[in-house]
């Protein structure tokens, strides 16, 4: 079985002779997509193309939520057929919704809850991940 590093890389550990923390394929997978949801375009300097468009109205208003959703499930679909050959067939679905949200003072946010599925290439066993953001500004549990 092929196995993956771990994101983050602990790099310190190579100069050092130790072992890299090791992760399977569909915990590897799940992680670049992670990795590209939460990462906005233009910010990987060799791959401008790399991410997703979750940064581009993260402080704004949505006057329409339901043109965001589309084009946030499009950008992630797009970034993944692009970057991430393990994974095919690949289907995004985007949830938003308000929520009260309490850290020191009570405001409401919006709530994205996204899902990825597909098959893993080399295996073809069906693929499933999900994660959810809040906007406004941008933070994720």
């Known amino acids: 079985m092929n196995e993956y ?32 949801v939460t990462t906005g375009y233009g910010e990987c300097k060799s791959n401008p193309t790399f991410g997703s468009e979750i940064w581009e109205k993260d402080f704004e208003n949505i006057a329409n939520s339901q043109a965001y959703r589309e084009n946030l499930r499009k950008s992630i679909q797009s970034t993944l057929e692009k970057q991430e050959p393990r994974l095919t067939g690949i289907r995004v679905d985007i949830q938003m919704e308000q ?35 809040f906007i406004g500004p941008l933070s994720y549990y």
């Open 5 to 36: 590093y771990k994101i983050p890389l602990h790099l310190g550990k190579v100069t050092q002779k130790r072992e890299i923390p090791k992760c399977s394929l569909p915990d590897s997978v799940a992680q670049m997509i992670h990795l590209i």
């Open 99 to 133: 929520v009260d949200y309490m850290l020191f003072t009570r405001r409401a946010k919006s709530r994205i809850k996204i899902k990825v599925t597909g098959l893993l290439t080399k295996t073809n066993e069906p693929f499933s991940y999900s994660d959810q953001f």
